[in-house]
């Protein structure tokens, strides 16, 4: 009931604003300053369950796409094709259109089909709102993908470092821990801040692409 509540009142502040109207930067920062201090006193006192952070991923999500009829599906059906990889369609567009990778590593080709070109257009802004969530760091690439976390944006800034390519590179798989003496050598100070801020779970769970502009903490 605390948590339907919760949702009530995201809900609610968002429909008071008219996404169309607002700039994609406009949107971020709506998000961040007040639908993200609706839930800090309740993750203080409680254990969020993992079904109510995915319905705030979903209105979060809605209200940053926005938009109406086939271009909102497209946006929603780049997400369901990253989330939801062992459905008939992600199976269907992963054999034909990127066999060798995940979809925004796919080309759009020759392909005469509308449905694939719109779902290929609408990748580029759906990239723009995720992020990575550090598990195991084996799904990660340390240099090129979204997975820190500042007001300097998503990527490591420090200059490439050979012989490390994936976030779990860097973790200390026996320990659960980062390597704290690698990560303070090789990386800026604004990185080491970054990836040393991020908790590791001690059990080993996967990569998980989420939502950039939420941060609900590590889950048990």
Same mark, same amino acid.
């Given at each position: 009931?605390?948590?339907?509540?919760?949702?009530?009142?995201?809900?609610?502040?968002?429909?008071?604003?008219?996404?169309?109207?607002?700039?994609r930067a406009?949107?971020?920062?709506?998000?961040?300053?007040?639908?993200?201090a609706l839930? *800090?006193?309740?993750?203080?006192?409680?254990?969020?369950? *993992?079904?109510?952070?995915?319905?705030?991923?979903?209105?979060?999500?809605?209200?940053?796409?926005?938009?109406?009829?086939?271009?909102?599906?497209?946006?929603?059906?780049?997400?369901?094709?990253?989330?939801?990889?062992?459905?008939?369609?992600?199976?269907?567009?992963?054999?034909?259109?990127?066999?060798?990778?995940?979809?925004?590593?796919?080309?759009?080709?020759?392909? =005469?089909?509308?449905?694939?070109?719109?779902?290929?257009?609408?990748?580029?802004?759906?990239?723009?709102?995720?992020?990575?969530?550090?598990?195991?760091?084996?799904?990660?690439?340390?240099?090129?993908?979204p997975w820190?976390?500042?007001?300097?944006?998503?990527?490591?800034?420090? =200059?490439?470092?050979?012989?490390?390519?994936?976030?779990?590179?860097?973790?200390?798989?026996?320990?659960?821990?980062?390597?704290?003496?690698?990560?303070? =050598?090789?990386?800026?100070?604004?990185?080491?801040?970054?990836?040393?801020?991020?908790?590791?779970?001690?059990?080993?769970?996967?990569?998980?692409? *989420?939502?950039? *502009?939420?941060?609900?903490?590590?889950?048990?």
């Amino acid at each position: 009931m605390v948590f339907r509540e919760l949702l009530d009142r995201m809900w609610k502040k968002l429909r008071g604003w008219k996404e169309k109207l607002l700039s994609r930067a406009g949107k971020e920062v709506l998000i961040k300053a007040v639908i993200q201090a609706l839930p *800090t006193y309740l993750m203080g006192v409680y254990e969020i369950p *993992t079904a109510i952070i995915k319905e705030i991923h979903s209105v979060m999500a809605r209200f940053w796409w926005g938009g109406k009829g086939v271009e909102k599906k497209m946006h929603w059906q780049v997400w369901r094709l990253l989330h939801y990889k062992n459905s008939l369609l992600s199976r269907v567009m992963n054999a034909k259109y990127y066999p060798h990778g995940d979809i925004f590593q796919a080309r759009l080709g020759y392909s =005469n089909s509308y449905s694939w070109s719109s779902i290929w257009s609408a990748k580029s802004l759906v990239k723009e709102g995720l992020i990575w969530k550090v598990g195991d760091g084996k799904s990660i690439n340390l240099w090129h993908d979204p997975w820190l976390s500042d007001e300097d944006g998503r990527f490591v800034l420090s =200059n490439r470092v050979a012989g490390l390519k994936l976030v779990g590179d860097l973790i200390d798989n026996d320990r659960k821990e980062w390597k704290t003496d690698v990560i303070e =050598n090789l990386f800026e100070e604004r990185d080491q801040k970054c990836i040393l801020a991020i908790p590791l779970s001690s059990r080993c769970l996967q990569d998980e692409l *989420t939502w950039a *502009t939420l941060k609900m903490g590590p889950i048990r």
